[in-house]
């Protein structure tokens, strides 16, 4: 079984819909995506209609933007109630943060001479409701100013570039939780990935276990050989689900094609568990997706 259970579309950064996401997944032999889009469920009824068709599990997810000890968190929520009160204000101010800084990030690129504005970069977003920096490294990839997204960040939009703008982003501990009584399972992305900044050692992680975390991504692109084989050994420890993943983007980020890293079944069935048991002790339903 091949499972593969982080990918962006449009309803985020990503550049395939959601139901392209789910047919190509399907033509790449995948049996369970999933869609975990930045900090929106818009996606998902799409993208399960047309796993529906094309005969394969989706799990719906939402990749949510935190922060501890002041480094960027990605919290992987899996099969969450989407319309938890908590978890919906949360989300609107994440949401906020990435709409209200936009104008901040194009007024400091005019001031280094770049020639792009609001609705340039509105007709990229489309129906994405997580405005992103990849929108606006694709205006700038189409204007000439930079190569492609990669080049876009390095030269404009990384922390430290003209462009970069701070924005909301929620406390990780408290969206552990707030993902847990929510009945979803937590799992933390790339945590030792670009930017990260290692903050995610054995004891927080341990820690953050006590607040409901259920899992760590292990492999995962931006992890090489010794970072996979050291966080593979913190979940076996830890009793941590090990999760495995391409974060793919569409044409958005070179080398994260699907399935180029997997989820062993094992570890797929105790994400489920962890979910329905969450699911169960919130009182929301307990979803019948993901057994292909
Ligand atoms: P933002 O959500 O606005 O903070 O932008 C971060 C998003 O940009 C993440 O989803 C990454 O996937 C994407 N990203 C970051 N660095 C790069 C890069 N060098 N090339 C392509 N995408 C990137
Ligand atoms: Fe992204
Ligand atoms: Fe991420
Ligand atoms: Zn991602």
């Not at 799409?46 to 501890?68: D, L, N």
């Not at 205006?139 to 003209?162: M, Q």
């Not at 420890?237 to 890293?261: M, P, Q, R, Y």
């Amino acid at each position: 079984m091949r499972i593969d259970l982080h990918t962006h579309s449009r309803a985020s950064d990503g550049t395939l819909s959601p139901a392209e996401v789910v047919a190509l997944a399907a033509e790449a032999g995948l049996d369970v995506v999933g869609l975990t889009d930045h900090d929106s469920a818009a996606g998902w009824q799409q993208a399960r209609s047309a796993a529906e068709q094309v005969g394969i599990v989706v799990v719906p997810g939402i990749e949510i933007s935190t922060k501890h000890k002041g480094a960027g968190v990605h919290l992987l929520a899996y099969l969450p109630d989407p319309t938890y009160p908590g978890l919906v204000a949360e989300l609107d101010l994440i949401l906020a943060g990435r709409s209200g800084r936009l104008a901040a990030m194009l007024g400091q690129l005019r001031d280094a001479g770049v020639d792009i504005d609001e609705p340039e970069v509105m007709r990229q977003v489309g129906e994405a409701k997580a405005i992103g920096r990849p929108h606006i490294a694709d205006v700038l990839v189409a204007k000439g100013y930079a190569d492609d997204r990669g080049d876009a960040f390095s030269t404009w939009l990384n922390w430290g570039r003209p462009g970069y703008v701070t924005r909301y982003a929620s406390d990780t501990r408290a969206m552990v939780r707030l993902v847990t009584e929510a009945g979803g399972a937590a799992v933390i992305a790339h945590p030792w990935g670009r930017g990260s900044r290692r903050v995610l050692d054995l004891p927080t992680l341990s820690s953050l276990q006590g607040d409901g975390l259920v899992g760590i991504e292990v492999d995962h692109q931006d992890h090489n050989g010794a970072d996979r084989e050291a966080l593979r050994t913190i979940a076996r420890e830890l009793d941590l689900v090990a999760t495995g993943a391409s974060d793919f983007h569409g044409a958005g980020k070179v080398d994260h094609e699907l399935g180029c890293n997997l989820t062993e079944p094992a570890q797929y069935e105790r994400l489920l568990e962890a979910a329905a048991y969450n699911a169960e002790a919130a009182g929301v339903a307990v979803p019948a997706v993901g057994r292909p």
